[in-house]
């Protein structure tokens, strides 16, 4: 009785393998095509349209109006309650590189003695996951300074994350003013 040899070549291996990974990018895509809330993703921003883009539209707004509303009160510590405790921000009249809630508060305890009150000019609302977005664009804040009420205008984003309790809070705040020209 002959002897086969049973065992697979280098080449019938590779062949195997590039199959697995085959069938696993393919089953990473299915996955994928699903996106967030069944919206077609194929980038790391989400593309909307219609209904499910003006949701987010509609809470970058109500976020914004929460935020400029905390502005209003005066309480720093109201505003940095909208930041989450991992927090990165860059203020817009601070040289400083912020993280956390504390340094935050610490920032706008200085910062509401303008009486900031800022309105968007124009803005962008790019969806990352159904749990968090980014939203950018320039606003104006009117501020007390020197006896007057001046105008500053500013470049703005937001990414803004839902936390364990479903609350929308800031992750990173970039705010710089707008370069003349």
Same mark, same amino acid.
Request: without cysteine.
């Given at each position: 009785?002959?002897?086969?040899?049973?065992?697979?070549?280098?080449?019938?291996? %590779?062949? %195997?393998?590039?199959? $697995?990974?085959?069938?696993? !990018? +393919?089953?990473? =895509?299915?996955?994928?095509?699903?996106?967030?809330?069944?919206?077609?993703?194929? &980038?790391?921003?989400?593309?909307?349209?219609?209904?499910?883009?003006?949701?987010?539209? &509609?809470?970058?707004?109500?976020? !914004?109006?929460?935020?400029?509303?905390?502005?209003?009160?005066?309480?720093?510590?109201?505003?940095?309650?909208? *930041?989450?405790?991992?927090?990165?921000? +860059?203020?817009?009249?601070?040289?400083? !590189?912020?993280?956390? @809630?504390?340094?935050?508060?610490?920032? !706008?305890?200085?910062?509401?003695?303008? @009486?900031?009150?800022?309105?968007?000019?124009?803005?962008?609302?790019?969806?990352?996951?159904?749990?968090? *977005?980014?939203?950018?664009? +320039?606003? @104006? $804040?009117?501020?007390?300074?020197?006896? =007057?009420?001046?105008?500053?205008?500013?470049?703005?984003?937001?990414?803004?994350?839902?936390?364990?309790? =479903?609350?929308?809070?800031?992750?990173?705040?970039?705010?710089?003013?707008?370069?003349?020209?």
């Amino acid at each position: 009785m002959e002897k086969r040899n049973v065992g697979f070549s280098i080449n019938t291996l %590779i062949n %195997i393998f590039l199959v $697995f990974i085959t069938v696993g !990018f +393919l089953f990473l =895509g299915a996955l994928v095509s699903k996106g967030i809330e069944g919206v077609k993703t194929n &980038q790391i921003v989400v593309t909307m349209q219609g209904d499910a883009m003006r949701k987010y539209e &509609q809470i970058a707004m109500e976020n !914004f109006v929460r935020w400029n509303e905390a502005l209003q009160s005066h309480d720093a510590k109201k505003v940095a309650e909208l *930041y989450s405790s991992e927090a990165t921000f +860059l203020p817009t009249l601070s040289p400083k !590189f912020m993280n956390g @809630n504390e340094e935050a508060e610490a920032y !706008f305890k200085r910062f509401l003695k303008k @009486n900031p009150m800022g309105k968007v000019v124009k803005e962008k609302v790019q969806v990352l996951s159904s749990s968090s *977005y980014l939203h950018s664009g +320039l606003y @104006n $804040f009117q501020i007390d300074e020197a006896g =007057g009420r001046y105008i500053v205008e500013a470049r703005f984003t937001f990414l803004w994350t839902l936390d364990e309790q =479903g609350i929308w809070k800031i992750a990173h705040h970039h705010s710089s003013v707008k370069p003349k020209g």
